[in-house]
Each structure stands twice: as structure tokens, then as C-alpha cells.
């Protein structure tokens, strides 16, 4: 479905088709090793569905929310839900503040949606006490934890790892950062 209209619908970028397995897809794939199931998930700026609908799809006793701002990609994912038939995703229009206090998951993940720092702004209060967010980064992962701890500790982040997650099955693995909300923290 994304490498068919991807490109044109303003999914993926127009050099994205060709890499889209080992670049996205299966890097999306591995992570799901890093989420305790069952339980629930939630995908902020879900976009083209990565990770989001990739981990529905390998993980089906989590229920897996996508959060998507913009109209035509709640579209995409609504399409992608029904064509593969997947029961338990729900998908949902809005932006991460204006689901705040509405919406509490075991697991948040984010794909290249904001700097760490302000991501974490965004994700900690989506997130249950001692539950994870798990934020796909690259190769400055390291870097951008260091100089988000301030903000993270004032977020009630009682762990904070920098992971690699499908070492030995794709190259290069993927790199995540993972936070762990700490059981007094209030969303």
C-alpha cells in the first residue's frame, strides 16, 4: 500500500519506495521485541503507519491507537486497518495535546515526529505511570538523551536507555530510546 501510493498521497518521499522494506518496515518490525504484550499502544504522528501498523499487524493482543493530525493520512491508516483487516487498531484524528487526559497507554512510540526533549513533552502524559515510550531515533540517539535529561526529569522519566533493537536480523539495527515513566508521575 505505501510503496503503490505512498509517493503520491505525501506518505513517503519520492526516494523512500526503493528502501522502503530495510528502512522502514523492518525497521519498524524489530521494535516489537521492546513492547510487553498485551496491553495498549499508542502511536503518535502515526503518519504512514510506521510503526504503528507494522507493530499491530506482528503484535495482535495489543490494542493499538494511531494518532494523526492531518485528514488525508487518517485516511491512509483508516484504509490500511480495513484492507488488512486488522481488529485491533483504532484510528484517530488530533494532535498529542489535545488528547491529554483523555488517552493512557502501556507503550507510546514516535517515528521522527519531534526532538527528543520535545517529544518527551509530548508523550509523557499519553503514557500510564511505569509505563514506555519508546522514541525510534538514529545515530545521535546517545547525544539527544544526554541533553534531553534535564527536561526528562522534570518529566517524571525514572529510566532513560538508548536501545538497539534487531541486532543480528537487520542492518543497521534499529536505534530507540526508551523511557521509563516513573509510577508517581501524573499525565
Do not use: Y
Not at 8 to 20: K, N, T
Not at 42 to 66: C, F, H, K, R, W
Not at 146 to 175: M, Q
Amino acid at each position: 500500500m505505501l510503496a503503490a501510493g505512498g509517493t503520491v498521497r505525501g506518505l513517503i518521499g519520492p526516494r523512500e519506495a526503493a528502501r522502503l522494506w530495510d528502512r522502514h518496515l523492518l525497521n519498524c518490525a524489530v521494535v516489537a521485541e521492546l513492547v510487553p504484550h498485551p496491553g495498549t499502544l499508542l502511536d503518535i504522528g502515526s503518519g504512514a503507519g510506521l510503526p504503528g501498523i507494522v507493530l499491530a499487524m506482528l503484535l495482535p493482543d495489543v490494542e493499538v491507537t494511531l494518532l494523526e493530525p492531518m485528514a488525508r493520512r487518517v485516511k491512509f491508516l483508516e484504509e490500511c486497518r480495513e484492507e488488512l483487516d486488522l481488529r485491533n487498531v483504532t484510528v484517530r484524528r488530533g494532535r498529542a495535546e489535545e488528547v491529554r487526559g483523555q488517552v493512557h497507554a502501556d507503550v507510546v512510540t514516535a517515528r521522527a515526529v519531534a526532538p527528543l526533549d520535545r517529544l518527551a513533552g509530548l508523550a509523557m502524559p499519553l503514557v500510564r505511570p511505569g509505563g514506555i515510550v519508546l522514541a525510534f531515533k538514529g545515530q545521535r540517539a546517545a547525544a539527544e538523551a544526554a541533553a534531553a535529561e534535564p527536561v526528562l526529569r522534570r518529566l517524571g522519566v525514572s529510566d532513560v536507555a538508548v536501545l538497539r533493537a534487531g541486532v543480528g536480523k537487520i542492518s543497521p539495527a534499529a536505534t530507540v530510546v526508551r523511557l521509563i515513566a516513573g509510577p508517581g508521575r501524573r499525565g
